[in-house]
C-alpha cells in the first residue's frame, strides 16, 4: 500500500484516508483515491475533528449520559461522512448536527414524553415529506420515492400545539423499505421505530428488509434493536465507497416494538 502512495503521490495528510479506500476497495479502487474522497470523507477524518473540537471542549455539552453522547458521536461520523455531498465544510456540518442535537434535546426538556403521542397512517409523498428527508440526510439518499409515492406518516397527535405536525415516513416497496426518514428535531422519540413497526405489521410477508450505508450508525443501531440481522459489508454501485449492508428481520420481530404512544390508523 505503502509504494502504490508514492507512486500515485497521495500527500502525507490524505494517507489515512488513502488507506481507508485501500482497505476498503483494493488497490484498483484506490488508484481513483481522490475522487472516491470527494465523494464521502474518510472516518479517519472525521475522529481526528471529533478528537480536537468534542475532547477539548469546544462545544458545550452540558451533562451527557454515555448513551447520549454515544448517539451524539454516531450522528456526528454520519453527517460528517456522508456531508461532503451537500458541499459543505466539515467544521460546517458538525455544527449543523450540533445546532440539531440541542434543538432536538430543548424539545425533550419542553415535551416529555409522557405527554408526546402520535399518530402512523397512510400518506402521499409531497413537499413535506421532502423537507424532512433534506433535514434527517446530508445528501440524497439513493431511495425512489418522490413526489406521489404512497407512504407511511407518523404524525404528532398531542400535545394540542404540535398536532399534524409531520414527523417522519417510510415508502415500502413489498417488504423492502425504500425510504425512512425522520425530521432531526424528533429524533430519539421512537418515530423511526413506530414506522417500521407499522410497516412491517401491514407488508403482508414473513420478512421485512433493507439496504443501509456503512457509516449510518445510528440508523444500523436502530436497525440492530429491532432484530435485523446485518449482513456482511458489499460495495453496490448505488452507494459510495465505504459500501453498505444489506438487513432482514422477521416482520413479527419489528412488529412487536410497536412504542405505546403510536396509534396505527391503517
Not at 42 to 47: C, F, L, P, Y
Not at 68 to 96: H, N
Not at 186 to 194: E, F, K, N
Amino acid at each position: 500500500m505503502e509504494k502504490l502512495a508514492a507512486k500515485l503521490g497521495v500527500p502525507s495528510e490524505k494517507l489515512p484516508g488513502f488507506a481507508e479506500v485501500y482497505d476498503n476497495l483494493g488497490e484498483r479502487g484506490a488508484k481513483k483515491w481522490d475522487k472516491h474522497l470527494g465523494d464521502a470523507r474518510a472516518v479517519s477524518e472525521v475522529d481526528d475533528w471529533l478528537k480536537h473540537n468534542m475532547n477539548e471542549g469546544n462545544f458545550d455539552l452540558g451533562e451527557l449520559s454515555d448513551s447520549a453522547k454515544r448517539r451524539l458521536r454516531d450522528r456526528l461520523v454520519f453527517s460528517g461522512v456522508y456531508g461532503i455531498k451537500s458541499g459543505l465544510q466539515l467544521d460546517e456540518t458538525c455544527a449543523k448536527v450540533m445546532d440539531e442535537f440541542k434543538a432536538a434535546r430543548l424539545f425533550l426538556s419542553q415535551v416529555p414524553p409522557d405527554s408526546f403521542m402520535m399518530t402512523v397512517s397512510p400518506g402521499t409523498f409531497n413537499d413535506d415529506h421532502q423537507a424532512v428527508r433534506a433535514n434527517a440526510y446530508p445528501y440524497r439518499p439513493s431511495v425512489s420515492a418522490s413526489h406521489g409515492t404512497k407512504v407511511l406518516e407518523a404524525r404528532a397527535s398531542a400535545p394540542a400545539e404540535l398536532t399534524g405536525t409531520l414527523l417522519g415516513y417510510v415508502a415500502m416497496q413489498g417488504n423492502y423499505v425504500d425510504d425512512i426518514a425522520v425530521h432531526s428535531k424528533y429524533q430519539g422519540r421512537a418515530v423511526a421505530r413506530a414506522l417500521l413497526a407499522v410497516a412491517a405489521s401491514t407488508c403482508g410477508q414473513k420478512d421485512i428488509c433493507l439496504d443501509v450505508r456503512c457509516q449510518n450508525l445510528p440508523a444500523i443501531t436502530l436497525y440492530k434493536s429491532l432484530g435485523f440481522e446485518v449482513a456482511e459489508r458489499y460495495f453496490p454501485g448505488f452507494l459510495d465507497w465505504h459500501g453498505g449492508h444489506e438487513c432482514e428481520a422477521k416482520t413479527a420481530r419489528v412488529a412487536s416494538a410497536m412504542p405505546q404512544n403510536v396509534a396505527a390508523q391503517i
